[in-house]
């Protein structure tokens, strides 16, 4: 039994931002996963790990098929099932991943273990706060799955470290459709989270160095294209 995340936990992936029906379809319809990726599912589901959900799965399969990244960089590591599923799908990649939560760093060991078949995946162990700072790779696909108030704090460390033409997929931006309400109407416990991913938004979606997209998947995905510096 994992102990980091509640019955209770992943609030917001309960409350679709698109039609429930259509969601049960995107999850029903698109291509399943398989092998060691339909284990970590099920394991996932089971115990109320907060994993991308399967219409998020299916549309990185045809990005990364489609952009073939060299280096990756994960922020949100949890049991490892996005770090493999991008491993699977951009095999030339070596994709580093973080995390800070010991539970998760020691399942997705053991899962990197017994799944990383081309050995392409690097765990570090620790805040992406104080990780990014120290990272000498550059990248040209990050993949931020973590605290939704930390992205904007994250940003500018990613940024410095992303190609001219990189892409930053950032997940869980719409706060179960919260963010295109009035502060007002938040719940003061969701308000930093809330205030997070406005200051987010600020500093990407209408600003001459990137190329920004909202796409409604699970909880809403930003994409961001970095046009130069
Ligand atoms: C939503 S889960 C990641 C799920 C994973 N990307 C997947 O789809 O398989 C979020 C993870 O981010 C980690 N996390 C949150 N804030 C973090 C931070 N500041 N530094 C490192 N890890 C963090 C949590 O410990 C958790 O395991």
């Given at each position: 039994m994992v102990e980091s995340y509640s019955k209770n936990a992943n609030h917001n992936m309960r409350r679709p931002v698109v039609k429930e029906e259509i969601v049960s379809f995107m999850r029903t319809r698109q291509k399943p996963v398989s092998g060691g990726l339909k284990e970590l599912e099920?394991?996932?589901?089971?115990?109320?790990?907060?994993?991308?959900?399967?219409?998020?799965?299916?549309?990185?399969?045809?990005?990364?098929?489609?952009?073939?990244?060299?280096?990756?960089l994960e922020i949100g590591t949890a049991i490892g099932f996005s770090a493999l599923?991008?491993?699977?799908?951009?095999?030339?990649?070596?994709?580093?991943?973080?995390?800070?939560?010991?539970?998760?760093?020691?399942?997705?060991?053991?899962?990197?273990?017994?799944?990383?078949?081309?050995?392409?995946?690097?765990?570090?162990?620790?805040?992406?706060?104080?990780?990014?700072?120290?990272?000498?790779?550059?990248?040209?696909?990050?993949?931020?799955?973590?605290?939704?108030?930390?992205?904007?704090?994250?940003?500018?460390?990613?940024?410095?470290?992303?190609?001219?033409?990189?892409?930053?997929?950032?997940?869980?931006?719409?706060?179960?459709g919260d963010v295109a309400k009035d502060i007002a109407d938040i719940r003061r416990g969701q308000r930093t989270i809330y205030r997070g991913l406005h200051s987010l938004f600020e500093e990407t979606l209408d600003v001459p160095h990137l190329t920004a997209t909202l796409v409604p998947l699970g909880d809403g995905l930003l994409l961001l294209r970095k046009n130069g510096d």
């Open positions: 099920s394991f996932a589901q089971r115990e109320n790990i907060p994993i991308i959900p399967h219409e998020t799965v299916a549309y990185f399969r045809f990005l990364l098929e489609s952009l073939a990244p060299k280096q990756i599923l991008m491993a699977e799908h951009a095999p030339h990649a070596k994709i580093t991943t973080i995390d800070r939560n010991e539970e998760m760093i020691g399942l997705a060991k053991e899962n990197f273990a017994r799944f990383d078949v081309r050995k392409q995946i690097t765990l570090l162990e620790g805040d992406a706060v104080d990780i990014l700072g120290t990272l000498e790779d550059s990248y040209d696909f990050v993949f931020m799955d973590s605290a939704k108030s930390k992205y904007v704090v994250f940003l500018p460390e990613i940024l410095k470290r992303l190609k001219t033409g990189g892409i930053i997929v950032i997940d869980d931006v719409f706060q179960g």
